[in-house]
């Protein structure tokens, strides 16, 4: 047997309540948004504006979501089964015209206005930079980034970022595999690295320190490691820095053998002391050198029966062979760019002894 199960209209009491909820909890909700910190520290000159955008959407979003939520807990509080109501049917309805339009124009201006405040920021922020402005090859390739910049004394290649303050610079941003993307979360734009065309964006850094750079679109099984820095420094040392890395390849090797091991020990342990990048230790482990990370093969076990030249191999060229139960495209295939011969060469020569008990 059906029936009809009506519980009356809300009433004018009731609106009032539900009103005066909603005003409340959005109130809350809004001084809690805003209150939380959801970025790192300002760093370049758009970040103040990207934050005002974020919480203009704060304030907007949150009362829709607390309206939504009241009125859909009210809905399941008022009309909820009860006892001996388990063969009623509510009563037909055929829609409400009214309604749809109102559900329809409301959203619609919502999103219309809040896109063009976006697209207007967007274009505002993203003007053409000035003639002269620095630019910064980007190079993403599974799994790192490289960094390539005009300097008087020609381009310089490095795999961490260095800016000066306070000076524009302009990002031209590739990939040389899949998608990447390039992101400084303290300077809050990023972009695409789409293979086969370049993308770019603008800013000045305004901010002295050292900023996270991470790739912000899944590449791959290395995409969570896919994650150097920035430096933004004095144009005094940024200089300085630039006219050292420009240094024509006959930067002096190392003369003796104990320099050598210094130096194939530093690049392990802690990176390549010119360019920054990645220490070998930060994903292996080698007892010699004391490092005890798991993300790669242990190399005391790996390169048991390997001789100098594969570990060359290894280095230089890490997908050709790959040690059991370890994929390929994890190893950042890019160090034979990032190293000079002597550096690789002192490098080999520390993991070889260290390996072999040679040390
Ligand atoms: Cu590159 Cu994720």
């Known amino acids: 047997m059906t029936g009809q199960s009506h519980r009356g209209a ?13 005003v409340v909890a959005s109130a809350i909700g809004i001084a809690f948004m805003l209150a939380l910190r959801w970025f790192p520290e300002q760093g370049s000159n758009v970040a103040p504006d990207i934050d005002t ?20 807990l009210f809905s399941v509080w008022r009309w909820r089964q009860r006892p001996g109501e388990e063969d009623l049917d509510g009563p037909p309805i055929h829609g409400s015209t009214k309604l749809e339009v109102i559900w329809t124009i409301v959203p619609t201006i919502i999103i219309a206005a809040l896109t063009t405040y976006a697209a207007i920021l967007l274009v505002d922020i993203q003007a053409a930079p000035a003639k002269g402005t620095r630019v910064v090859n980007v190079n993403g390739v599974q ?24 000076e524009p610079v302009k990002f031209n941003v590739r990939s040389k595999d899949v998608i990447h993307d390039f992101w400084v979360p303290a300077f809050r734009l990023k972009v ?13 850094p305004t901010k002295l320190g050292t900023f996270d750079v991470v790739c912000a679109e899944l590449c791959g099984l290395g995409h969570a490691y896919m994650r150097q820095t920035v430096t933004v420094m004095t ?26 091991a210094d130096l194939g020990k530093t690049m392990f342990v802690a990176g390549n002391p010119a360019t920054g990048a990645t220490a070998c230790g930060a994903c292996h482990t080698m007892k010699a050198a004391g490092t005890t990370a798991a993300t790669g ?3 005391d076990e790996a390169l048991k029966t390997a001789n100098a ?51």
Do not use: C
């Not at 309540?17 to 909603?22: K, R, S």
């Open 235 to 260: 144009r005094e040392r940024y200089d300085a820095m630039m006219a050292r890395l420009a240094a024509p390849a006959g930067t002096p090797a190392p003369a003796t053998d104990g320099a050598a």
């Open 53 to 72: 955008f974020w919480d203009v959407l704060v304030i907007v979003s949150v009362p829709i979501f607390v309206a939504v939520t009241t009125m859909l």
């Open 143 to 166: 799994f790192a980034w490289d960094f390539e910049t005009q300097t008087p004394d020609g381009p310089v290649k490095t795999a961490k970022l260095y800016l000066p303050i306070n």
């Open 10 to 22: 809300v009433t004018a009491k009731n609106w009032i309540v539900l009103l005066a909820i909603i």
């Open 297 to 299: 093969p242990n190399l």
């Open 192 to 204: 695409d690295a789409v293979p086969g065309i370049t993308t770019t964006y603008n800013l000045t």
């Open 309 to 359: 030249a594969a570990i060359t191999e290894m280095i230089v060229d890490p997908n050709k062979q790959v040690a059991a139960g370890y994929s390929k495209g994890i190893m950042p295939a890019n160090y034979a760019t990032t190293m000079t011969k002597a550096q690789l060469a002192a490098l080999v020569k520390y993991i070889d002894q260290s390996v072999h008990g040679k040390g």
